[in-house]
């Protein structure tokens, strides 16, 4: 997988853009400084970057590489601290009651086994009271073809996440249609669905 994603990244351009994905900048209220972030798959690090921006302590992990060279230019350029991690999140030690906040944003590589895993991971590694902020794709975005998995059972829907995460707090759980505009990689009308959950304390 990981030559998939460097071939995908190789460059001088951001795949992604640079800018920070939308749903997580419009949760800024939610981030506090010094809080432990955990950026999953975070590529060329638009978002553990940004994240760092508002005071957090951001590990950003990925598969590649070549990603990660360019997240670490992009944290140079914006001044700020970021910790990276090149990682197999098939493999890697996640930890437990970690991490404050994890941002998943656009994480459907995974298949539903994987999911599942990465989705444990997630709620074991939080401390109690921590966030989620997750986005995805839904099944609509087939049609869309603007950006995303063309494997259906990659997707998510409001029912998938809600039982995904009946074990937390779901403050936010919204499917929408939206035009996002995130380098060449996402760009156009997309089927999108939010999630905003807190570990119980």
């Known amino acids: ?12 351009e951001y795949h992604f853009g640079t800018e920070p994905n939308a ?33 957090l302590d951001v590990l950003s992990v990925d598969a590649s590489s070549v990603a990660q060279e360019k997240a670490r230019k992009l944290a140079r350029e914006r001044g700020v601290e970021v910790t990276f991690e ?12 970690r991490f ?13 086994e994987l999911r599942e895993q990465m ?9 109690p009271g921590g966030l989620l902020l997750l986005q995805g794709y839904t099944p609509r975005q087939l049609h869309y073809r603007t950006g995303g998995p063309s494997q259906a059972e990659n997707l998510y829907t409001e029912a998938l996440l809600r039982s995904a995460f009946d074990d937390m707090q779901i403050l936010h759980l ?28």
């Open 174 to 201: 919204r499917e929408h249609d939206d035009i996002i505009s995130e380098g060449s990689g996402h760009s156009g009308m997309s089927a999108l669905i939010d999630l905003v959950a807190r570990k119980h304390r």
């Open 119 to 127: 989705f444990a991971h997630i709620k074991r590694c939080l401390k």
């Open 86 to 97: 090149l990682v197999d999140l098939t493999q890697w030690a996640w930890g437990e009651n």
């Open 23 to 55: 749903f997580l900048a419009s949760q800024q209220s939610l981030l506090k400084p010094g809080m432990s972030c955990l950026a999953v798959a975070d590529g060329e690090g638009r978002n553990g970057v940004w994240l760092a921006g508002q005071g």
């Open 1 to 12: 997988m990981t030559s998939v994603w460097d071939e995908r990244y190789a460059g001088d």
């Open 100 to 112: 404050d906040m994890v941002a998943a944003i656009f994480i459907q590589f995974a298949p539903p």
